[in-house]
């Protein structure tokens, strides 16, 4: 496999274009992560099929969120992509989120280049509002099997927002 931090970067990130290599697909229950330091992408644990992922999942190279993982991106499609791939994502904005207390947010992508939606989603409002609302609920509560209340979805913010979160998780990245 490939090691994704050594060969992308995060992307243009001024530009609103960024690289995400995906862990998760949309509709999986698999909670698969990027093991950073074996270079692989590793099964950490099956989730109940209730908790499935309602976007794909993935990460930004070359960055580092609060809670010591790459900064996470969830990337809306029309269908699943396959774990292990990489594209180049518009900026739609972020998710913040909180998770057992430790900051954790979500940049929210599409594809850069999106030819079956005419590239229609150029920011979160142009998302459906379902959609959102899904988001928010999964993320608010896939945990409460195990852990009920330890996650919070704090608020969705713009492209400006999520382009600070980026450039601070690629500080964190580089002071590493």
Do not use: C
């Not at 791939?85 to 947010?105: N, P, T, Y």
């Not at 509002?129 to 852990?147: A, N, P």
């Amino acid at each position: 496999m490939t090691d994704f931090n050594k060969i992308l970067d995060a992307g243009d990130v001024d530009g609103g274009i960024i690289n995400v290599v995906v862990e998760i697909p949309a509709g999986s229950n698999h909670k698969i992560e990027w093991n950073r330091k074996l270079a692989v992408m590793q099964l950490d644990r099956v989730e109940p099929e209730i908790f499935a992922k309602p976007t794909n999942y993935g990460f930004i190279p070359q960055t580092l969120d609060e809670d010591g993982d790459e900064l996470d991106a969830l990337i809306i499609t029309d269908q699943p992509l396959s774990t292990g791939i990489f594209l180049e994502a518009r900026i739609l904005g972020v998710m913040k989120f909180v998770d057992d207390g430790e900051v954790d947010d979500k940049i929210i992508v599409v594809p850069a280049d999106d030819r079956n939606n005419a590239n229609a989603y150029q920011t979160l409002d142009d998302l459906p509002k379902q959609l959102i609302k899904q988001i928010e609920f999964h993320f608010s509560h896939y945990k409460d099997l195990k852990k009920a209340g330890t996650t919070k979805v704090v608020a969705f913010e713009g492209i400006e927002e999520a382009k600070q979160a980026i450039k601070e998780s690629q500080k964190r990245w580089k002071e590493q």
